[in-house]
């Protein structure tokens, strides 16, 4: 198993990002999280296969319909974090 961590840019708040990102990492069979930061972006950590984290950063360029993303950034992530569902956390 993986972790990533992706921080994504654009008009990204406010337009059901997070959620669409839930449904996507859910039907991927990913665990992790979505949450606002305070600078406007949002940042997402995911665990799971190769396949699945590549299927799931395409999914966060493309974005939800009212979504506008500039940039995703990708990084590994070396936690140690054991995620058992995918959730939209709250800052």
Do not use: K
């Amino acid at each position: 198993m993986i972790t990533r961590r992706y921080v994504v840019s654009g008009r990204v708040q406010g337009v059901g990002f997070r959620w669409f990102v839930l449904q996507q990492a859910r039907r991927l069979d990913l665990s992790g999280y979505a949450r606002n930061c305070a600078d406007g972006t949002v940042e997402v950590v995911a665990r799971g296969d190769e396949a699945a984290l590549m299927a799931l950063e395409q999914l966060l360029v493309e974005g939800p319909e009212l979504a506008a993303v500039s940039e995703v950034h990708t990084f590994d992530d070396t936690g140690d974090d054991h995620f058992t569902s995918f959730d939209i956390r709250r800052t």
